[in-house]
């Protein structure tokens, strides 16, 4: 069973992030994730996969990016679509981490609506 929590236009908490930030770089590419949160997702996933996602969009452009950790191992990322890009033929970062949580899209929706709502579109 997968968990989506969904902090709209929020990042990391200070707390969430004294409480995991070693000060180290985390050398994926992400713009808020915080140094040593990394080596924290990939000790999560005992039952199953973990995704980090980030996305920025202000009036319908924008970019995200994605990563999953499954078993202590990155598995998927991150791939990162640039503002004005296309998505990757396997569909947006964020679809395709909510993929590997096992959200399954319904005809005619990808899984970034299916399993948290309405998706940016370019």
């Known amino acids: 069973m997968s968990r989506v929590f969904n902090i709209r236009g929020q990042g990391p908490t200070d707390a969430l ?3 995991v930030a070693d000060g180290s ?3 994926l590419g992400f713009w808020r994730l915080p140094g ?3 080596k924290t997702l990939a000790d999560w996933p005992t ?3 973990v995704a980090y996602v980030e996305a920025e969009y202000f009036g319908g452009a ?3 990016q994605a990563a999953v950790w499954d078993g202590g191992t990155i598995v998927l990322g991150p791939p990162h679509v640039q503002e004005g890009q296309p998505f990757l033929p396997a569909g947006s ?3 395709q981490a909510l993929r590997r949580l096992g ?3 319904s005809t ?3 899984e970034f609506s299916a399993g948290i709502g309405p998706s940016p579109t370019r």
């Open 47 to 49: 039952a199953g996969p």
């Open 103 to 105: 959200v399954v899209a």
């Open 36 to 38: 040593g949160f990394e």
């Open 25 to 27: 770089d985390a050398g």
């Open 93 to 95: 970062a964020i679809s």
């Open 62 to 64: 924008g970019e995200q």
């Open 108 to 110: 005619g929706e990808n």
């Open 17 to 19: 992030i004294e409480s």
